[in-house]
């Protein structure tokens, strides 16, 4: 079973930060998910990368397969980014299916 | 309207009592799955099914079951409901044929007395 370590578990920080979220795993994998799930309980898929990196506005993702290690960036942080971010990974192996999950990050922007 | 409805969002029954969550996609994906999520521990996969007649157990699928009924639905059943089983509980979805990213529904609140 692959574990999935991230940090800090509470992110507290000003607008405008730049904020780093860290995933690390135990089992060689052939892509890592970020997800973010709101306030409100809703979750939604922001990455699914296999290598290098990866942008979608203020949110950068990187990947590092040999050291099985992958940051979440996101950079000028706003209020409206404060949410719980989870990194996953799929199964190594096995014809299985699922995700195995972080515990994610609890992200606070203060204005 | 939600590509991946869950019904119902908000749900408190009494120990003993059988539950039935259910979940729809409209996105015409093959994979569903079911996943619940307990604080400081993270979702957790409890069934998932690649198509109607393949469905497979999660890492904590004891004290639950599951239907896939068509490509478009797949329940979840709580036979005889306990309280450790109150949790906030995913429906997702997705298309390994290109892009494996899932989609989530919305989530229920299951509350057990």
């Known amino acids: 079973k692959n574990e999935v370590e991230q940090s800090p578990q509470n992110l507290t920080a000003q607008e405008g930060e730049f904020i780093t979220i860290n995933c690390s795993y135990s089992v060689g994998i052939s892509a890592l998910h970020w997800l973010q799930q709101h306030p409100g309980g809703g979750i939604v898929s922001l990455f699914m990368?296999?290598?290098g990196k990866k942008k979608h506005g203020r949110l950068i993702a990187t990947i590092n397969i040999q050291e099985k290690h992958s940051s979440l960036h996101i950079t000028a942080s706003h209020p409206r980014d404060s949410a719980v971010y989870i990194c996953a990974v799929p199964p190594s192996g096995g014809g299985a299916d699922g995700l195995t999950f972080g515990k994610g990050t609890h992200l606070i922007i203060q204005p | 309207d939600a590509d991946v409805t869950q019904t119902p969002r908000n749900r408190i029954t009494k120990t003993g009592k059988r539950i039935m969550l259910e979940c729809s996609q409209t996105k015409g994906h093959d994979r569903m799955y079911w996943y619940r999520q307990d604080p400081g521990l993270g979702l957790r996969l409890i069934y998932y099914?690649?198509?109607?007649?393949?469905?497979n157990k999660g890492e904590i699928s004891d004290g639950y079951s599951v239907s896939r009924q068509a490509q478009a639905k797949f329940s979840l059943s709580l036979e005889s409901a306990i309280p450790n089983q109150t949790a906030l509980y995913f429906c997702a979805t997705s298309d390994w044929s290109g892009n494996p990213t899932q989609y989530f529904g919305p989530g229920t609140r299951l509350t057990v007395l």
């Open positions: 990368l296999s290598s």
């Open positions: 099914s690649f198509d109607v007649k393949d469905i």
